[in-house]
C-alpha cells in the first residue's frame, strides 16, 4: 500500500506562486515506479473533488484541467520518491484543498491518497 504525505499549501496573493510536495512511501520507485501513476486533485469551498493533473507516468502525455494548463506543472524526483506541484500565475478560482493521489497506471482507481492541503488565493 502507497501512503502519501502532501505538504507546502498556505495562502498566497492572486498571481503570486506556491509549491506542493507529495512524499511517497510503501514502495520502492526502483522496484515498482514505473507502474504507479500520480496524480493531483483539487476541491473548491463548496464543490467536488476534481483531477487537474494525471502524469501518466510518461505512458501518455500529462494531463492538465484546463483550468491550470500552462500554470501548473508536475515535476517528480525518484531519488527522493516525491511528487512537486509547482503552481505559478495563482487566481482566486485556484483556492482549495489539493490532494497527491496514486493509482496502478493500468487502473483508473486511484487507491492511495495523501491529506488534503489547503490553498487560499486572496484577490
Known amino acids: 500500500q502507497i501512503q502519501l504525505v502532501a505538504s507546502g499549501g498556505g495562502s498566497v496573493q492572486a498571481g503570486g506562486s506556491l509549491r506542493l510536495s507529495c512524499v511517497a512511501s510503501g514502495y520502492t520507485y526502483e522496484k515498482f515506479g514505473s507502474s504507479v501513476c500520480m496524480g493531483w486533485f483539487r476541491q473548491p469551498p463548496g464543490k467536488g473533488r476534481e483531477k487537474i493533473i494525471d502524469d501518466h507516468n510518461g505512458r501518455a502525455p500529462t494531463y492538465y484541467a484546463d483550468s491550470v494548463k500552462g500554470r501548473f506543472t508536475i515535476s517528480h524526483d525518484s531519488a527522493e520518491n516525491t511528487h512537486s506541484l509547482q503552481m505559478n500565475n495563482l487566481e482566486p478560482e485556484d483556492t482549495g484543498l489539493y490532494f497527491c493521489?496514486?493509482?496502478?497506471?493500468?487502473?483508473?482507481?486511484?487507491?492511495?491518497w495523501g491529506q488534503g492541503t489547503q490553498v487560499t488565493v486572496f484577490g
Open positions: 493521489a496514486a493509482r496502478r497506471c493500468w487502473s483508473d482507481d486511484w487507491k492511495s
